[in-house]
């Protein structure tokens, strides 16, 4: 029986730091897989978003070479994100449902058993969607971008379309995005709703230094034109009072 953990009773106790780390091809991926999502996703408190931690049944289950996964990038939604992470793993006796995304980023090492192992094992954890995308540029998987949907008890193969432009394009109902592999080996998520691709963390960057330019720039021409309307407004007063004294001295050279 899966019981969630109860975090307000219970002391949470992390789990042995996993042996996986990334090497050189995935790095620059799996960054930018989990922090364009962990941005789209994060104005929500229910959702997690990481990777690198242990996905396990139990916690008994961490001893057991081959009976746990420690996936390049996780999503889940309606779970505690803090106390899964505070665990250091996704254990999904405790949290009372398997993650609803996994992604493996293909390297040298593991790319044999992504698409074999890992595509039963993770079927076996009920993860209903499973997919993998090789920026290598080595060819280390079948192709550069796959995924699979959970039905019944094994994944079947979700469509990838090739574009003219050599993009291939897939669509995840989990995340209600599509994943794309562009010509330049590079993965990014696309948004049916704005028709746009979501912004990678240097775009976000770039898009907020722009965006504090421009409201400078407004505030600068704001202030322009406000320190150009006092001017005015002060050499009109001056002018007022000039014409004032003109008329006083007029007024008092004809009395005399």
């Not at 002391?11 to 799996?30: A, F, N, R, W």
């Not at 293909?106 to 995308?133: C, H, Q």
């Not at 599509?178 to 960057?205: G, H, M, V």
Request: charged letters at 25%; hydrophobic letters at 35%; one cysteine or more.
């Amino acid at each position: 029986m899966i019981t969630k953990l109860d975090t307000a009773t219970a002391v949470i106790e992390s789990l042995p730091d996993p042996p996986k780390k990334y090497d050189m091809q995935q790095y620059g991926h799996c960054v930018n897989a989990t922090s364009t999502l962990e941005a789209y996703f994060g104005r929500r408190g229910d959702v997690l978003v990481s990777g690198q931690g242990y996905l396990i049944v139990s916690a008994g289950s961490v001893r057991d070479w081959g009976q746990h996964f420690y996936p390049d990038c996780v999503v889940a939604f309606g779970v505690n994100p803090k106390s899964i992470v505070s665990r250091n793993g996704y254990v999904i006796s405790e949290v009372g449902k398997p993650p609803d995304f996994v992604l493996e980023i293909a390297s040298r090492t593991t790319a044999p058993r992504d698409e074999t192992i890992k595509w039963e094992g993770y079927a076996n954890l009920e993860v209903p969607e499973y997919w993998g995308f090789d920026g290598s540029g080595q060819g280390y998987y079948s192709q550069r971008l796959w995924g699979g949907r959970l039905v019944g008890d094994a994944y079947r193969p979700i469509e990838v379309t090739e574009g003219p432009d050599g993009e291939l394009r897939g669509y995840s109902p989990a995340l209600s995005l599509y994943l794309c592999a562009d010509a330049q080996d590079r993965l990014r998520f696309w948004d049916p709703e704005t028709q746009k691709y979501l912004p990678t963390l240097i775009e976000a960057q770039e898009y907020a230094a722009e965006a504090e330019n421009r409201a400078a720039e407004v505030a600068g021409e704001r202030d322009r034109e406000m320190y150009a309307r006092i001017e005015a407004e002060n050499r009109a007063a001056e002018a007022e009072a000039e014409v004032a004294r003109l008329r006083e001295r007029l007024r008092r050279s004809s009395q005399s």
